[in-house]
């Protein structure tokens, strides 16, 4: 059974700072790597994904993916108020799988 | 350009009933998925459709079926609700051609009493 971990938290980080969520998955086939932000009472939201090795940078936020240690994570740079929520990564397999999502981190940002 | 949406948003009914969820997917995104969110389970993933066939289907008791128009409107039923059924149903679009970024919908809140 496929299976994606994160650290449940909370995370605190102080406002300014670098926020860093971290991801391990289960299954070596998987080809295809998602962040999703989620605030209270609201739906997922994709804020990066990557598919190769190595860094991937948008704006504030780096994705990083180490498939040999079957390893993702994601930086967030600057931290706002505003990037307080859960954070949740999920993963996806070669061909027609659907997304198996970890349970989420969720992190705080203190002003 | 418009994004996912999700009828009804929020939904009460009663143990044994049945219920279908409709989804509408981005303009031009071709596949579509559902999952459910609860706080114990979080978010798993309960089929996706293609040019209006199931190509994959999660782990969720026959219970649980969709559907795919020729539009690429989704529905989903649940039938003999159970108060476990209780969840955010969400469902998500892709282009499947050009990319296979999910983006989700606003989510349909089942309430079973």
């Known amino acids: 059974q496929k299976e994606v971990e994160q650290n449940s938290g909370p995370l605190s980080v102080p406002e300014g700072a670098i926020a860093s969520l971290n991801c391990t998955y289960s299954?070596?086939?998987?080809?295809?790597f998602f962040w999703y932000r989620q605030y209270s009472g609201k739906s997922p939201e994709l804020i990066m994904f990557i598919y190769s090795n190595g860094d991937k940078e948008d704006g504030r936020f780096t994705a990083q993916l180490n498939k040999a240690s079957q390893y993702v994570s994601l930086l967030i740079r600057d931290s706002q108020p505003s990037d307080s929520a859960t954070y949740l990564c999920a993963v996806k397999g070669g061909g027609a799988d659907g997304l198996t999502f970890g349970k989420g981190t969720h992190l705080i940002i203190q002003p | 350009k418009a994004g996912v949406t999700q009828t009804p948003r929020y939904l009460i009914k009663t143990r044994g009933q049945q219920v279908t969820l409709s989804c509408s997917p981005i303009s031009g995104h071709r596949s579509v998925s559902w999952y459910q969110q609860t706080p114990g389970q979080g978010l798993q993933f309960l089929f996706e459709?293609?040019?209006?066939?199931?190509?994959n289907k999660g782990n969720f008791p026959g219970r649980f079926s969709g559907r795919q128009f020729s539009n690429s409107r989704s529905e989903m039923n649940v039938s003999t609700l159970e108060l476990g059924d209780s969840a955010l149903y969400l469902c998500?679009?892709?282009?499947?051609?050009?990319?296979?970024?999910?983006?989700f919908g606003p989510g349909t809140r089942l309430t079973v009493l």
């Open positions: 299954d070596r086939g998987s080809q295809s």
């Open positions: 459709y293609f040019s209006e066939t199931q190509r």
């Open positions: 998500a679009s892709t282009h499947d051609i050009l990319y296979n970024e999910q983006f």
